[in-house]
Nanobody, 127 residues
């Protein structure tokens, strides 16, 4: 049974930083694609970043996150997301997910490409 657990969320003021982490258990295939999505109430999940287990392939979402979000892989079963210069519009539930397809072969921002999800960690940014 694959299980993903996120941590690191919290409440911060605009301009602050957070580091989100996700640890997976039950993964037997070291080749995978792990990603971060975020969701606000009433909207669908938005792909934020994705990265291959070999760290050779990396993807970021739209221009609102580029330059402020950094995804990294410490191992084949973990992924982190460093978020700097936080803005109120970054407020959301952040989820990590894993696909056992290669990052380069999937539509990385499509939540249907990912097989397993964590429960999420809340990020709240105040002015």
């Amino acid at each position: 049974q694959v299980r993903l657990v996120e941590s690191g969320g919290g409440s911060v003021q605009a301009g602050g930083s957070l580091r989100l982490s996700c640890e997976a258990s039950g993964i037997t295939d070291s080749r995978n694609c792990m990603a971060w999505f975020r969701q606000v109430p009433g909207k669908g999940r938005e792909g934020v970043a994705a990265m291959s287990s070999t760290s050779t392939w990396k993807y970021y979402g739209d221009s609102s996150v580029k330059g402020r979000f950094t995804i990294s892989r410490d191992s084949a079963t973990s992924v982190s997301l460093q978020i700097n210069s936080l803005k109120p519009e970054d407020t959301a539930m952040y989820y990590c997910a894993v696909s056992f397809e290669l990052c380069a072969t999937i539509s990385h921002s499509d939540e249907n490409m990912y097989s397993y999800w964590g429960q999420g960690t809340q990020v709240t940014v105040s002015t």
